[in-house]
């Protein structure tokens, strides 16, 4: 059984990306290949085949591999809840949360933990691909790491140091973490991959010999800027304001970036919809008063959220833009703030509170420890769809009498206001489905594409491994991978 994980320079250098491509690449040639993350930190999860709950990235990158997303492929997912606080998820399940006060000391305990899992893993395929976290770099928190070196020197896996030019820098981030990583973990590094590279590859032959010397690791390949991993689902909040565009003429639907922001990938296939502007608001900017649609996202802290929601001035534009017949559509955590009460007796997001919502639907929300995890089917305004829950809370009053879906099973789910303009439910995943997307947009008079959202990521990934296939030494990094670290 092989094993290969790729580490980055910094956070953000398209690590998560490579690790999908690569997934898919090998999958291509015929090998059983399974992804692993040991830590991730994101809001953006998705339910599991077990049960459980994994970052969205491990998600795709099962999905590269062809293979049902699984909690072993991402046994430890924290989830920011406030600043110096998260969630802390092990083995797809909630286990309680971690403040900076006993972050490291909390995670360093979860290595027996990570190593189960990914054993499991190896059992099953061929290769594992391995996704760190962050950059070895940040040598302070290198005690109790579990997410990159420490990781990797527990379970023997060979490393390749990712290194993003588009930033700048990059020899100097390569060379600057041998410089800085010690000895034994230096040793686990068996090569570096330039990613995100704009034009002649042949410009950066000096720069590429550069690393190599100083480094000492040998160069497995330059890959270009992939165009098509713009049609792959976003894992971190921080690309939310690059997404913003004009409106060109198109219908807008807007979404305010709140600080916990979760599982925003649900308006990912509005963003191909020649008829959609896809507007995601930033923090000190007011929702267009041309909006089409508001859509208040999911969140991981929904009073809290909601709290600075309102010092925006967003519940302004919220209900100006209702009182003008706007429609307005909430999920999950957007879905609790539309209700008239927000409670949280046990002190489930932080202190124990409540307070009043957006009033904008007839429904009162109670937070609760216990966590609906599921994937689901079913019909809403005539129209099938897949998706999942994931929430902490139950939602219950009179507009939950005209329900937004039908569960296959289940039955209703969501919340109506008697205009119909305001819509809540705890579904994700919804707007993949084409029909229900076109059902959608002809609320606002626009005609959906009817792509099929979910067909073409996989079409995506394709075209990535493609790329890899070219720009990547495989055979190099396989015959890395088949050899202890």
């Not at 993350?37 to 998600?59: C, L, Y």
């Not at 606080?85 to 990570?114: C, K, Y």
């Not at 809540?424 to 099929?452: C, F, K, M, Q």
Request: net charge negative.
């Amino acid at each position: 059984m092989a094993a290969l994980m790729l580490q980055g320079t910094g956070s953000d250098v398209g690590k998560s990306v490579l690790v999908a491509g690569l997934c898919r690449a090998l999958v291509n040639r015929g090998l059983r290949v399974r992804p692993f993350k040991p830590q991730n930190m994101s809001n953006n999860a998705a339910v599991t085949i077990d049960g459980g709950e994994i970052g969205r990235a491990q998600a795709l990158q099962a999905l590269a591999c062809r293979t049902a997303p699984h909690s072993d492929m991402n046994p430890v997912l924290l989830k920011p809840q406030a600043d110096r606080t998260s969630q802390l998820i092990v083995h797809g399940r909630v286990r309680g949360t971690l403040d900076s006060g006993n972050f490291r000391e909390g995670r360093g305990t979860l290595m027996a933990e990570v190593l189960e899992s990914y054993d499991r893993l190896r059992s099953e395929c061929d290769i594992v691909v391995i996704e760190g976290a962050g950059s070895p770099a940040e040598i302070n928190l290198r005690a109790g790491d579990i997410a990159n070196m420490g990781f990797a020197r527990a379970a023997d896996v060979p490393v390749v140091l990712v290194g993003d030019i588009d930033r700048g820098g990059v020899i100097a981030a390569i060379v600057g973490t041998r410089a800085v990583i010690d000895a034994d973990d230096a040793a686990m590094i068996k090569g570096f991959i330039i990613n995100k590279f704009r034009g002649d590859p042949a410009l950066f032959d000096d720069g590429y010999r550069a690393i190599a010397e100083r480094a000492g690791w040998p160069g497995l390949g330059i890959v270009p800027w992939l165009a098509a991993a713009a049609r792959l689902p976003s894992e971190d909040a921080v690309i939310l304001e690059r997404r913003a565009r004009a409106n060109e003429g198109r219908r807008i639907v807007a979404c305010p970036i709140l600080p916990r922001i979760a599982n925003f990938d649900d308006l990912d296939p509005l963003k191909q919809e020649p008829g959609v502007a896809l507007v995601m608001v930033p923090p000190g900017q007011p929702i267009p008063a041309d909006a089409a649609i508001i859509v208040l996202p999911g969140s991981k802290a929904t009073i809290a959220d909601l709290a600075a929601l309102r010092r925006e001035g967003w519940d302004i534009d919220i209900k100006a833009h209702h009182r003008r017949g706007g429609l307005i559509f909430g999920l999950c955590g957007g879905y609790q703030m539309l209700g008239k009460r927000i409670a949280d007796p046990l002190g489930i997001e932080g202190a124990p509170s409540a307070v009043d919502g957006l009033g904008l639907l007839d429904v009162s929300t109670t937070l609760a420890p216990a966590k609906t995890l599921r994937q689901v089917s079913g019909t809403a305004w005539n129209s099938p769809f897949a998706g999942y829950e994931m929430h902490m809370g139950e939602t219950a009053g009179p507009d939950t009498a005209r329900p937004f879906a039908r569960i296959e099973g289940g039955g209703a789910e969501g919340a109506t206001n008697a205009a119909g303009n305001v819509i809540g439910t705890y579904i994700h995943g919804l707007l993949a489905s084409p029909d229900l997307r076109s059902a959608l947009l002809e609320r606002i008079n626009v005609t959906g594409n009817g792509r099929d959202h979910d067909a073409d990521v996989d079409a995506a990934l394709d075209d990535i491994a493609a790329e890899l296939a070219i720009h990547l030494d495989i055979e190099a990094l396989l015959h890395i991978a088949a050899q202890p670290g």
